[in-house]
């Protein structure tokens, strides 16, 4: 797949407010400093598009990026960012949780894990809750320049055999990099083949 165009739609702290379903979307989610707005600005070939920043947790709405006028990927606020006060985070988790579980055109969630790190209690809690409720999702192992091949894959094995306690098998994953480009046409890939399959959902209310 090329991407010819990416723009930014619209950024929302409410469910009701969102673009209409009736493309595409992709959930791009992880942990707070994962890489997501640089695997995002790498996919799409933006720099600037998703606003990258040092500071973890910067992301706290759901923002909406239209691709080639067709389908969307959404950036959503990271997880288990500890700076934020009880009551904003549990917020968020409603949030997030809502929009996950009622998006009625959202294919699969992206869920963004850092490849140099054994396997996290909070991603691997994630994962259970996405498959507790039905919801598609594949891994996407970052930052993977950052250490040798061989580690990246004793670490990609551990998380697998992690959710293999839970899940009957693991979900597809790859393996990127957003400084080298690794990742980048296998993951455009997988998205246009779901997106071959997409219908527009009809909207009950």
């Known amino acids: 797949m090329i991407i010819k165009s990416a723009e930014f739609i619209c950024s929302n702290s409410q469910i009701s407010k969102l673009p209409p379903p009736v493309m595409a979307e992709y959930a791009f989610i992880g942990r707070s400093n994962v890489g997501k707005s640089s695997l995002i600005n ?111 894959d004793q670490n990609v094995a551990k998380f697998r055999k992690a959710l293999l306690a839970t899940f009957e098998e693991a979900p597809m994953h790859f393996v990127t990099s957003s400084e080298t480009q690794l990742g980048h046409d296998e993951v455009l890939s997988f998205i246009d083949e779901v997106n071959q399959q997409f219908i527009i959902p009809v909207i009950n209310h």
């Not at 891994?139 to 091949?149: C, G, H, P, R, V």
């Open 42 to 152: 790498m996919l799409t070939g933006k720099k600037g598009l998703a606003k990258t920043s040092q500071t973890p947790g910067k992301t706290q709405l759901i923002n909406h990026f239209l691709i080639n006028d067709s389908w969307y990927i959404v950036d959503l606020p990271g997880y288990g960012y500890a700076r934020v006060s009880k009551n904003k985070k549990a917020d968020w988790d409603k949030f997030i949780h809502t929009y996950l579980d009622k998006r009625e055109s959202l294919q699969c969630v992206m869920v963004l894990i850092d490849s140099r790190l054994e396997p996290q209690k909070i991603d691997l809690e994630f994962c259970n809750w996405l498959g507790e409720k039905g919801l598609s999702f594949v891994l996407i192992f970052t930052k993977a320049d950052k250490q040798s091949a061989t580690k990246t």
